[in-house]
């Protein structure tokens, strides 16, 4: 089955910088990969996702590459603020209808103001 | 994106008993999910939802020990049944958007096990 390995757990940085978290995936029809994150004591929010057939996508501060040779995936978050400071996971699937969702292990970025 | 809420938000319970956790959509959906998430670990899913047919489990997880309802395509309940200490977690639904691979969660149930 799917492999997702998320790095790094933790990560801290200061307001107005970037941040980037790194994802890997084992299984090479894995076609849709989701980014979410989590405040405490909520429930995960999609925040952005790719499919495989685009290699980037960017909302605003948030940006997510793609590169399908080496599977692996990236969140870029420019211009941190520190409500951005909560967990965030990657996951990957095949993305064909109702596919699997596997998760990484999760980032906690924390914000300093 | 469907609203998604969950009933109990939180609950302490005894060793021995069950909890059913419910969760409501406010939109028709085809596919639920519902995962269990560790203190501080990452999502697992235990099982999908289906209308209409039994719940369909993930390797490791069990009908006797989480039987899942889905009478209708806004509703869906967990039991977590027997419980013990180790069954203490956030127990999350989500649902399939309209584009099937994407899913939306619910806010979670947080379970103490004392």
């Known amino acids: 089955g799917e492999n997702v390995e998320q790095h790094p757990s933790t990560l801290s940085v200061q307001e107005g910088d970037s941040a980037v978290i790194k994802c890997t995936y084992s299984d090479s029809a894995s076609n849709y990969f989701p980014w979410y994150k989590q405040e405490l004591g909520k429930g995960p929010q999609l925040i952005i996702d790719?499919?495989?057939?685009?290699g980037e996508k960017k909302d605003q501060r948030i940006a997510v590459t793609l590169n399908k040779t080496a599977k692996h995936f990236s969140l870029h978050i420019t211009e941190t603020q520190p409500e951005d400071s909560a967990v965030y996971f990657c996951?990957?699937?095949?993305?064909?209808?109702?596919?699997?969702?596997?998760f990484g292990k999760g980032t906690m970025l924390l914000v300093s103001p | 994106s469907a609203v998604i809420s969950q009933k109990p938000s939180r609950d302490i319970c005894q060793r021995g008993t069950s909890l059913t956790i419910q969760c409501q959509v406010d939109s028709q959906v085809t596919m639920m999910f519902w995962y269990r998430q560790q203190p501080g670990q990452s999502l697992t899913l235990i099982a999908t939802a289906n209308q209409g047919s039994e719940a369909t489990y993930e390797s490791g997880f069990v009908i006797d020990k989480f039987p899942i309802s889905r009478p209708n395509l806004t509703f869906s309940t967990l039991t977590v049944s027997n419980m013990s200490p180790e069954d203490s977690s956030i127990y999350l639904c989500s649902v399939a958007g309209v584009e099937a691979d994407t899913q939306y969660f619910g806010p979670g149930t947080r379970l103490t096990v004392l």
């Open positions: 996951a990957a699937s095949r993305g064909t209808g109702y596919s699997t969702l596997t």
């Open positions: 790719i499919r495989s057939n685009v």
